[in-house]
């Protein structure tokens, strides 16, 4: 049951854009991890955009896509707004 609603999660909020509590652009989601054994989301998978420098503090995977933990979310609306600085 929590994978079918993980999954329908992630179909509603795919194509969204991603926020920095502080206006930063980070581009749109692209994928959510997941634990595969919990159900647990684990983190933001996110398209970089073009105005946004890998070179930051975001942890970034072999394709050039941002990994945000999924304990960084503080809004999910229009856009989902993250905080990444400590």
Not at 24 to 48: C, H, K, R, W
Request: hydrophobic share 35%.
């Amino acid at each position: 049951m929590a994978r079918d609603m993980s999954e329908l999660l992630t179909q509603s909020l795919v194509g969204k854009s991603i926020v920095g509590t502080d206006g930063t652009v980070f581009g749109t989601l692209y994928n959510i991890t997941m634990d595969v054994e919990s159900g647990a989301l684990q983190s933001l998978v996110v398209d970089p955009g073009s105005r946004f420098s890998t070179s930051s503090s975001v942890r970034t995977d072999d394709d050039g896509r941002l990994r945000i933990p999924v304990n960084r979310v503080t809004t999910v609306n229009d856009q989902i707004i993250v905080r990444y600085r400590e």
